[in-house]
């Protein structure tokens, strides 16, 4: 199970990383990554998204990836995924790094090894530093 500290809890939070945050996306999950240190640049209320407990994760499941079963077992399967690379893979995130993991229509039927695959690729794509040429 995912802990508070590791959650985002209002609409507000998820408009934040979604909108701000890199994107990367696969067949089964697009993952939006921000990094709540990078952007708070004075103009922004620093409340907007907390950023103590580590890194904190979002879930969007929609009608699109099955029924309410369906939906539901997808979200147990992401959220032990995100449970999983906190406790297992420290370097991959920083405490300061706030992620929606948006599930497609293919991650109901995705297999759980599959969508590990596909998150950690999304969180590797959007976590890399962008170079200005």
């Known amino acids: 199970m995912l802990p508070a500290q590791h959650k985002l809890n209002s609409s507000m939070q998820f408009r934040t990383v979604m909108r701000k945050g890199r994107r990367a996306g696969s067949k089964t999950v697009v993952v939006h990554l921000w990094d709540s ?3 708070l640049d004075g103009t922004e209320k620093q409340g907007e998204v907390a950023s103590f407990g580590g890194p904190r994760f979002g879930l969007v499941v929609s009608k699109a990836v099955g029924n309410a079963v369906v939906r539901h077992r ?24 706030h992620v929606v993991i948006r599930a497609l229509a293919g991650a109901g039927n ?14 590797g794509k959007t976590s890399r530093v962008r170079t200005n040429k």
Do not use: F, Q, W
Not at 84 to 91: A, L, M
């Open 110 to 123: 995705a297999p759980s090894a599959e969508l590990e695959r596909d998150i950690r690729y999304g969180l």
């Open 37 to 39: 240190a990078e952007s």
């Open 74 to 97: 997808t979200s147990r399967r992401l959220r032990h995924i995100c449970a999983s690379i906190v406790e297992k893979s420290p370097e991959l995130l920083s405490p300061t790094h």
